[in-house]
């Protein structure tokens, strides 16, 4: 079996690809959606709509370490 070369990031963890990028700009993408939306459609105001948004964020980040791992087990 081919080895997949593994490449560490700024955060220690070893990736293989630029999958793990594409993940991250398109959560990072919906959160900005959100946070407009919400300031846009129901009058947030902006300080609001960023405590949502980083809350969301970490949330995100919680629900991917616990899914890689479940994966691992």
């Given at each position: 079996m081919k080895d997949?070369?593994?490449e560490m990031c700024a955060c220690g963890c070893h990736?293989?690809?630029?999958?793990?990028?594409?993940?991250?700009i398109g959560?990072?993408?919906f959160v900005?959606?959100?946070m407009s939306y919400l300031m846009?459609?129901?009058g947030w105001p902006a300080y609001a709509a960023?405590?949502?948004g980083g809350v969301l964020l970490v949330l995100i980040?919680?629900?991917?370490k616990w899914m890689y791992m479940q994966k691992g087990m």
């Open positions: 997949e070369k593994m990736h293989g690809g630029g999958k793990h990028l594409y993940m991250l959560s990072i993408a900005y959606g959100l846009a459609m129901y960023w405590m949502v980040g919680w629900v991917k």
